[in-house]
Structures are given as structure tokens and as C-alpha cells.
């Protein structure tokens, strides 16, 4: 990797630190724009770039940064309901990344980017589920957790999706940008 791709990756990171101070507190999950910027980081940088990003994102939460959700970290967040989603976002960008590597209508990235949140949500709502029920000791159905979370969050994080998308088709024509897979 280039020092540009370096750069390019601790920059993203930093966008997604930055994205995930700002929340609006729902329990036990907050609204943050951490999804809008899942979305973008691998479509822009590719599979293995963009997850080399929300993995030092991971790293650096997990070492005590505060840049997880809501400005904590620590490594203590694991046993955070909303760990998972952290989890989900680091495998959603090699999906992304991979299948964004050829151009795309908008209807195409789109239809990836709402593929890449359900796996998003089938690595959140499973270890919010565990977390909630064994480690919180609240008794939540399964099926609960995942109505609550299509629910509350599924309409916000279409939007974010609509909106990652008409920002990738407008950045990806920028020279480094191309050829990112």
C-alpha cells in the first residue's frame, strides 16, 4: 500500500470517529451516522481498504479512544449492546467492497447497500440479543429484538443508504477513487 492509500484509510477512520460521537440516544442501540459511513468507507476504498478503516476504527474503541458511539471506548464496549453492529460493519465492507468493485446504475449500489445492512443487522441484533439476555439479564425474545430494530432503525438506515449511495456515484469518478477494489 501506498502512503496515499494510508492516508486515505486514517482519514476515513477518522470520519468515522468523528461520525460516531454525535448520537441520539435510543436504548439500547444509539442513532449515529456509523452506518452512512460503513456504507461509504468500503464502496470509495474497496473490500480490503475499506476494511483495514473500520478495523483500526474497532482497534482504536477498543483500546480506550473514545470513538465509539456516544464518545466511549474501552474494551469493556464488547459487552455493549451495540458491539455487534461494530462486528457487522467490518464484514458488510468486505461484501461491499467486493461487489461495488464494478460499476454500477444506482439501483445496483443501492440494492448492495441494503444487503450490506441486513448483515449489518444479522451481526447487531444477534449480539444485542445475547448481550441483552445474558450478559444484561434482560429477557427479550429474539424476535423482539429484531422487530425493534427493523423497526427504529431499518427506515433510518435506508435513508442513510439512499444518501451513501448518490454520494459514492458523485465521488467515484475522482482519479483515486477508481479501480479501489
Not at 8 to 24: C, D, E, G, K
Not at 74 to 82: D, H, K, V, Y
Not at 119 to 144: C, D, K, S, W
Amino acid at each position: 500500500m501506498s502512503v496515499r492509500d494510508l492516508t486515505y484509510i486514517a482519514l476515513f477512520t477518522a470520519l468515522l470517529a468523528v461520525s460516531s460521537i454525535l448520537v441520539i440516544p435510543l436504548w439500547p442501540v444509539p442513532v449515529t451516522l456509523q452506518v452512512f459511513f460503513f456504507l461509504l468507507i468500503p464502496a470509495l476504498l474497496g473490500a480490503l481498504k475499506g476494511s483495514l478503516a473500520i478495523l483500526l476504527y474497532i482497534a482504536l474503541g477498543l483500546l480506550g479512544l473514545p470513538v465509539l458511539a456516544g464518545g466511549t471506548g474501552g474494551f469493556q464496549s464488547i459487552f455493549s449492546p451495540s458491539f455487534g453492529f461494530l462486528i457487522g460493519g467490518l464484514i458488510q465492507a468486505i461484501y461491499l467492497g467486493k461487489k461495488l468493485s464494478d460499476p454500477l446504475d444506482f439501483k445496483g449500489v443501492l440494492l448492495h447497500m441494503v444487503v450490506a445492512i441486513f448483515i449489518l443487522y444479522l451481526f447487531g441484533v444477534t449480539h444485542q440479543y445475547f448481550i441483552m439476555n445474558r450478559v444484561m439479564m434482560v429477557e427479550i425474545p429474539f424476535g423482539a429484538v429484531i422487530v425493534t430494530n427493523i423497526l427504529t432503525f431499518f427506515p433510518i438506515d435506508l435513508l442513510k443508504a439512499f444518501l451513501a449511495t448518490a454520494l459514492y456515484l458523485r465521488l467515484r469518478s475522482l482519479d483515486y477513487f477508481k479501480n479501489q477494489a
